[in-house]
């Protein structure tokens, strides 16, 4: 069973950062290094939608609302992914989840707890 373990999330104000860390402490790396991650986010009351991706070899793809804004890494040794979030919105209040993509681009595992993030003044 595959665990995915999402933390640093928080209450920031209006154009502050964070940095979100999920990891994956019962995979081995030989299967961790050659997943595609990804971040999601659910809004209260919306859909989980798709934040932004890190393939094997680090290329990274965002989607429109959080370009220029939010940049994902990640550290195969550690069997880590992070989202560094700056100038941050309330609109990107919400819980952020991380999961890896299958080949249809699909969350390939089980969500994790995720991890709150909220944006307020």
């Known amino acids: 069973q595959v665990q995915l373990v999402e933390s640093g999330g928080g209450l920031v104000q209006p154009g502050e950062s964070l940095r979100l860390s999920c990891k994956a402490p019962r995979m081995i790396t030989s299967v961790f290094n050659p997943l595609v991650m990804a971040w999601y986010r659910q809004p209260p009351g919306g859909e989980r939608q798709l934040v932004a991706s890190?393939?094997?070899?680090?290329?990274?793809d965002y989607t429109d609302s959080v370009q220029g804004r939010f940049t994902i890494s990640r550290d195969n040794s550690q069997k880590k992914v992070y989202l560094q979030m700056t100038n941050m919105k309330p609109e990107d209040t919400a819980v952020y989840y991380c999961?890896?993509?299958?080949?249809?681009?699909?969350?390939?595992?089980?969500w994790g707890q995720g991890t709150q993030v909220t944006v307020s003044s």
């Open positions: 999961n890896a993509l299958s080949n249809t681009n699909q969350p390939k595992y089980n």
């Open positions: 890190i393939t094997s070899n680090f290329r990274t």
